[in-house]
């Protein structure tokens, strides 16, 4: 069964460091979405992409974080100037349709530590 | 604000026994929801899903229910099993959003 797939499992950096957590979605999914959940906290959304374009973001999505679809299959999330406060887990999901018409599919996550 | 360190609500049940576990959600303009199942150190794993047009959807072994009129939303499964012992989220999303916005979720914890 196709599954979401992150790089890598657990990354740790140093506080002001950049970091690009590593997603390859289901091969023929078009959407695609990154999601952080903070150690002990609900999931909360940051952004999702479509066609090479962000359709949509949360207030978390400042601009410290960007995201790319360099090639046909990766789907990257940077974070320029890590903080404390970014240490978190960071969920990687992709559908096959827009919106609420399909299920987001999870990856298993990067844990981002940031020291 | 939320608190730092959200306790979750924990639900333990024999195995074999029915389990039951609810959600509130916030959104009345919320019109597709979905519980998920996540494991320790996992991803969120899809189990069912629900649009605002039906009030219940069987899968196997699970059953979700939606109350619009309270806003309320349960995911019913029988004869819990060991391997059912996770945090289950319900999500919401409305209309024209691509974002889910997820609950505090609940722990399940089987007892053999």
């Known amino acids: 069964e196709p599954e979401v797939t992150q790089t890598p499992s657990h990354q740790v950096t140093q506080m002001g460091q950049e970091v690009i957590l590593r997603c390859v979605p289901i091969s023929n999914h078009l959407y695609f979405y990154w999601y952080r959940q903070i150690l002990g906290q609900k999931v909360e959304f940051l952004v999702s992409?479509?066609?090479?374009?962000?359709?949509?973001k949360s207030e978390i999505f400042d601009d410290q974080f960007s995201v790319e679809r360099p090639d046909g299959s990766n789907f990257t999330l940077k974070i320029r100037s890590t903080k404390l406060e970014d240490s978190a887990m960071y969920f990687c999901a992709s559908t096959r349709g827009s919106g609420n018409t399909d299920t987001q599919y999870f990856g298993p996550g990067t844990r981002l530590t940031v020291l | 604000g939320e608190s730092v360190g959200l306790h979750l609500p924990t639900l333990s049940v024999q195995e074999g026994d029915n389990s039951i576990i609810n959600c509130a959600y916030s959104?009345?303009?919320?019109?597709?929801f979905i519980w998920y199942k996540q494991e320790s150190g996992k991803g969120p794993q899809f189990i069912i899903d629900?649009?605002?047009?039906?009030d219940k959807r069987q899968g196997q072994r699970v059953t979700v229910l939606l109350n619009k009129t309270v806003k309320h939303l349960s995911l019913q499964i029988a004869a819990t099993q060991p391997g059912d012992s996770a945090v289950y989220f319900c999500a919401e999303q409305r209309a024209g959003s691509y974002q889910l916005t997820f609950g505090k979720g609940t722990k399940l914890s089987v007892i053999p």
């Open positions: 629900i649009r605002s047009n039906m």
């Open positions: 992409f479509y066609n090479n374009e962000i359709s949509e």
């Open positions: 959104n009345s303009a919320s019109d597709y």
